[in-house]
């Protein structure tokens, strides 16, 4: 007969003292309600100006004009990406009623 061990954890459902008293699962919030940032607004911008990039090449246009609007692109989606997922996230925390806090 093979016996298993019991629960070797903390509590079931608790906290423990190892991760901070944080949920289980890692506590992921959701992305929605987060602040936006810079980086994040950047990161998008890099991939839809690289997908325009590739996909213009793939199309056999000129390297140094697709590459140079690709800059333009990134230059341009960065702030609008993030002033776009700014208005949605102050809008998000004003119909659940929380303060918002990029205002100063």
């Known amino acids: ?4 061990r019991g629960a070797t954890g903390g509590r079931p459902g608790g906290s423990s003292q190892k991760n901070g008293g944080k949920p289980r ?3 992921r919030v959701d992305p929605r309600l987060r602040e936006p940032t810079w980086r994040s607004a950047f990161i998008r911008a890099l991939i839809a100006a690289g997908i325009f990039v590739a996909v213009m090449l793939a199309l056999k ?17 960065t702030p609008f990406g993030f002033y ?13 009623g929380q303060q918002d806090r990029t205002k100063k």
């Open 25 to 27: 699962g890692g506590g």
């Open 84 to 96: 776009t997922d700014r208005f949605f996230y102050r809008r998000r925390m004003a119909k659940l």
């Open 1 to 4: 007969m093979i016996e298993s």
């Open 61 to 77: 246009g000129n390297p140094v004009s697709v590459a140079l609007t690709g800059v333009i692109l990134l230059g341009l989606y």
